[in-house]
């Protein structure tokens, strides 16, 4: 099964709202990872927390993490059109090297 | 400018026959890996390599191969053992720290692949 488990699976939200997406994992990382994808695009790196680390910030983005609750959530600030896409979590562990272990994604989308 | 491509965009394979979709990046990583995503879905590890002329299986090797004979390209050949080959595919590349695990990944825009 995934370490990493998206929810909603799905967002629908006007231009201005927030956005707030989860994801939950089974056993304990080195560090997880935020992406989005594009339709039809490949996949952009957002931003990296540290199993140390609390909550990051990067412009209107807000990633917290709770190691004892293996959970990590991920908030869009004033949501934009363009920020429409998809956004998957992806958990990396020590023993794996530098493998990464993706979830099935939130689906994302903005209305103007 | 550094990243990654992908070729073709879209490819078509008949019944039984093998394909090859590229992979080179101009990022200077050490590591490479391939996935596949189906509709809807997240991705799932193919094959990885972290050097030059070492490769390992992921998550869904089998019906696939590779080869990392320069450390700019790493193609992935979809033979036909893979009987349900349809899918978009996407490589990426990574820097290899010692001291720090699972870096962020780049990824190329992906090829999507179906069956005639």
């Known amino acids: 099964s995934q370490q990493g488990e998206e929810d909603p699976q799905a967002l629908s939200i006007q231009e201005g709202e927030n956005a707030t997406m989860n994801c939950s994992y089974k056993?304990?990382?080195?560090?997880l990872q935020w992406y989005r994808q594009n339709s039809g695009r490949g996949l952009v790196h957002l931003i990296l927390?540290?199993?140390?680390?609390r909550e990051k910030h990067s412009g209107r983005l807000r990633v917290t993490l709770d190691t004892s609750k293996k959970s990590s959530s991920l908030l869009i600030t004033a949501s934009r059109a363009a920020d429409t896409a998809s956004y998957f979590c992806?958990?990396?562990?020590?023993?794996?090297?530098?493998?990464?272990?993706f979830g099935g994604g939130t689906r994302v989308l903005v209305k103007p | 400018d550094g990243g990654i491509t992908q070729s073709p965009k879209y490819l078509f394979r008949k019944e039984g026959q093998n394909v090859t979709l590229s992979c080179e990046q101009n990022?200077?990583?050490?590591?490479m890996y391939w996935y596949r995503q189906d509709p809807g879905q997240g991705l799932r590890l193919i094959y990885y390599?972290?050097?030059?002329?070492?490769?390992q299986k992921g998550d869904i090797a089998e019906g696939y191969s590779v080869s990392r004979e320069k450390k700019e390209s790493f193609p992935l050949t979809v033979t036909s053992a893979q009987k349900n080959p349809t899918a978009f595919y996407l490589c990426?590349?990574?820097?290899?720290?010692?001291?720090?695990?699972?870096?962020?990944?780049?990824f190329g825009d992906g090829t999507r692949l179906s069956i005639l």
């Open positions: 990426a590349s990574s820097i290899v720290s010692r001291a720090t695990f699972n870096q962020p990944q780049h």
């Open positions: 056993t304990s990382i080195n560090n």
């Open positions: 927390i540290r199993s140390n680390e």
């Open positions: 992806a958990t990396g562990i020590k023993a794996a090297g530098n493998k990464l272990t």
């Open positions: 990022l200077n990583h050490d590591a």
């Open positions: 390599s972290q050097i030059v002329n070492d490769f």
